[in-house]
């Protein structure tokens, strides 16, 4: 129930051609304070509900609880979000041992391209695909939830 992620800028689309799977995500939140955020998700034909804890000093690491809802729930739960939906498709890359998922933003966000990656640890190394930028793990405003309150067109 802990996830430990990073998350970087993307700069260029090289990424598209190397990825193996492609889907639409529309995500709202019923809550996002960053002690708890509560996301509400359809990823494809499918739907989530997932809640995450505050985030550790660097960013990397917080406790999340993750499960599949049926679409109906879903699409219910999206309606009573707070304001500022998030939409973008999310392409699955594998580069060595690992996936990244990046995800081009839509809407609000437009504009927007980021990756991130799952790690076993926040220590373990992993590949940097030439397509990946700047780092943006601890910074606030790359979080989905900011992101939904205060969007990257009005940065």
């Not at 799977?21 to 996002?32: A, D, E, F, N, P």
């Not at 799952?118 to 979080?143: A, I």
């Amino acid at each position: 129930m802990i996830e430990i992620e990073r998350k970087f800028l993307v700069v260029s689309n090289d990424f598209i051609n190397e990825s193996f799977s492609q889907k639409r995500i529309v995500q709202g939140y019923l809550s996002s304070a960053p002690e708890r955020t509560v996301r509400v998700r359809i990823k494809g034909d499918k739907g989530y509900l997932t809640i995450k804890g505050k985030s550790s000093t660097n960013g990397t690491t917080r406790l999340e609880w993750e499960r599949e809802i049926s679409l109906m729930d879903a699409e219910t739960l999206l309606t009573i979000c707070e304001s500022g939906i998030i939409d973008k498709v999310r392409y699955e890359v594998k580069v060595g041992h690992h996936v990244y998922e990046v995800d081009i933003f839509s809407g609000e966000n437009d504009g927007l391209v980021m990756a991130e990656i799952e790690l076993e640890s926040e220590t373990e190394t992993f590949e940097k695909p030439t397509w990946l930028g700047q780092e943006v793990t601890n910074d606030e405003r790359y979080y989905n939830a900011c992101l939904s309150k205060n969007p990257f067109s009005r940065w």
